[in-house]
C-alpha cells in the first residue's frame, strides 16, 4: 500500500501521520472564514438575504439583527472552533479488515488502525476558506441555521454554539413519549459540512430528523450521539491516502467504531417507574 501523507481539496486538507508501527491519525483540517453580519450588512444566498435595513429575510420568515458587541464576536469565534472540535475529533477508530500496514521494509504486515481527528483554522479571507459562514444576530429564535455543502457556506446564530433542548413526540417500541432531546445546533451543522445527512435522509421534514428513539438522539436525528456511521467522512478520505499497489491492497477496507462512551442526553418527559411485582 502506498501512503500519502497529505493531500488538499476544495473542501478540506487532509494528513495521515503514523504514530507507531500499529496506529495512525488522519486529521480532516479546515480553514474557516466566520463573517460577521451586522445590521447595515448586505448578502445575498438564495432565499436569505439581508439588504442592510436592519432585516434579514428567509424562506421562514422575517428577523430583526442586532449588533455584535466586539468582545462578543472574538468570543464567537474563539468558541466555535474549541465547540466543534471537541465534539468531532478523537471521536472514532477506524478498524481493517485485515492486515495491511508494513511500517519496514523487513516487517510483516500489521492491522494499523487509525484514529479520526479534525482541525479548524480560523482565516481572514474567502480566498483562503475551505469553508464560509456567516453569523448572524437575529432577536428572534426562530431562524433555522443550515449548511449549503455543495456551495461550502452556512448561515449560523450567536446561540448556535449553546446546547437547547428539542422536545419531539418519539416511538419507544409500540409506545409514543414526549422525548427532550439535547443539542448543539452548530455540531449538527458542522455534520453536513463533513457531507453527513439527515438520519432518515436528505430533507428538512421532521421525518428526516428520524421518528424512534434510536434515530433521533443521532447528532444527525434530533440529538448528540455520535455513532459509527458519522466515521464516514474519513473512511471516505481515506482513498486520497491509501493507493493499492497490489490486488491484495484492494482487498483492504476499513470500518468506523466510537472510541468512547457518551452521555445519554435526552429525557423521556412520559417514564414512569416500573409497578413493584406481586408478591
Same mark, same amino acid.
Given at each position: 500500500?502506498?501512503?500519502?501523507?497529505?493531500?488538499? !481539496?476544495?473542501?478540506?486538507?487532509?494528513?495521515?501521520?503514523?504514530?507507531?508501527?500499529?496506529?495512525?491519525?488522519?486529521?480532516? @483540517?479546515?480553514?474557516?472564514?466566520?463573517?460577521?453580519?451586522?445590521?447595515?450588512?448586505?448578502?445575498?444566498?438564495?432565499?436569505?438575504?439581508?439588504?442592510?435595513?436592519?432585516?434579514?429575510?428567509?424562506?421562514?420568515?422575517?428577523?430583526?439583527?442586532?449588533?455584535?458587541?466586539?468582545?462578543?464576536?472574538?468570543?464567537?469565534?474563539?468558541?466555535?472552533?474549541?465547540?466543534? @472540535?471537541?465534539?468531532?475529533?478523537?471521536?472514532?477508530?477506524?478498524?481493517?479488515?485485515?492486515?495491511?500496514?508494513?511500517?519496514?521494509?523487513?516487517?510483516?504486515?500489521?492491522?494499523?488502525?487509525?484514529?479520526?481527528?479534525?482541525?479548524?483554522?480560523?482565516?481572514?479571507?474567502?480566498? @483562503?476558506?475551505?469553508?464560509?459562514?456567516?453569523?448572524?444576530?437575529?432577536?428572534?429564535?426562530?431562524?433555522?441555521?443550515?449548511?449549503?455543502?455543495?456551495?461550502?457556506?452556512?448561515?449560523?446564530?450567536?446561540?448556535?454554539?449553546?446546547?437547547?433542548?428539542?422536545?419531539?413526540?418519539?416511538?419507544?417500541?409500540?409506545?409514543?413519549?414526549?422525548?427532550?432531546?439535547?443539542?448543539?445546533?452548530?455540531?449538527?451543522?458542522?455534520?453536513?459540512?463533513?457531507?453527513?445527512?439527515?438520519?432518515?435522509?436528505?430533507?428538512?421534514?421532521?421525518?428526516?430528523?428520524?421518528?424512534?428513539?434510536?434515530?433521533?438522539?443521532? @447528532?444527525?436525528?434530533?440529538?448528540?450521539?455520535?455513532?459509527?456511521?458519522?466515521?464516514?467522512?474519513?473512511?471516505?478520505?481515506?482513498?486520497?491516502?491509501?493507493?493499492?499497489?497490489?490486488?491484495?491492497?484492494?482487498?483492504?477496507?476499513?470500518?468506523?467504531?466510537? !472510541?468512547?462512551?457518551?452521555?445519554?442526553?435526552?429525557?423521556?418527559?412520559?417514564?414512569?417507574?416500573? !409497578?413493584? !411485582?406481586?408478591?
Amino acid at each position: 500500500m502506498h501512503i500519502h501523507l497529505f493531500r488538499n !481539496a476544495r473542501r478540506w486538507d487532509s494528513c495521515l501521520i503514523p504514530i507507531d508501527d500499529t496506529t495512525f491519525g488522519m486529521i480532516l @483540517q479546515f480553514k474557516v472564514r466566520l463573517v460577521r453580519i451586522e445590521p447595515t450588512t448586505r448578502f445575498f444566498m438564495g432565499e436569505t438575504y439581508a439588504t442592510g435595513n436592519g432585516r434579514l429575510h428567509d424562506t421562514y420568515g422575517h428577523f430583526h439583527l442586532d449588533r455584535w458587541d466586539d468582545h462578543e464576536w472574538e468570543d464567537y469565534k474563539n468558541r466555535f472552533v474549541t465547540v466543534v @472540535q471537541r465534539h468531532w475529533s478523537d471521536k472514532f477508530i477506524l478498524d481493517p479488515n485485515k492486515d495491511w500496514h508494513v511500517p519496514r521494509t523487513t516487517s510483516p504486515r500489521n492491522s494499523a488502525t487509525i484514529q479520526c481527528g479534525l482541525s479548524i483554522q480560523l482565516v481572514d479571507s474567502s480566498s @483562503q476558506a475551505h469553508q464560509t459562514y456567516r453569523i448572524i444576530h437575529p432577536r428572534e429564535s426562530t431562524f433555522r441555521s443550515y449548511v449549503e455543502e455543495f456551495n461550502r457556506t452556512g448561515v449560523f446564530t450567536h446561540n448556535d454554539l449553546e446546547p437547547h433542548w428539542n422536545d419531539r413526540r418519539t416511538r419507544i417500541g409500540s409506545e409514543t413519549h414526549n422525548i427532550s432531546f439535547l443539542q448543539t445546533t452548530i455540531n449538527h451543522e458542522f455534520g453536513h459540512t463533513l457531507g453527513l445527512n439527515h438520519v432518515k435522509g436528505v430533507g428538512n421534514s421532521d421525518a428526516n430528523y428520524g421518528v424512534t428513539l434510536s434515530e433521533r438522539e443521532n @447528532q444527525m436525528g434530533m440529538g448528540g450521539l455520535l455513532t459509527p456511521r458519522h466515521a464516514q467522512p474519513w473512511i471516505t478520505r481515506l482513498r486520497n491516502h491509501l493507493i493499492p499497489q497490489t490486488h491484495y491492497d484492494t482487498t483492504v477496507s476499513f470500518r468506523g467504531r466510537v !472510541a468512547s462512551p457518551q452521555l445519554i442526553e435526552y429525557w423521556d418527559n412520559d417514564w414512569r417507574p416500573a !409497578a413493584p !411485582a406481586a408478591s
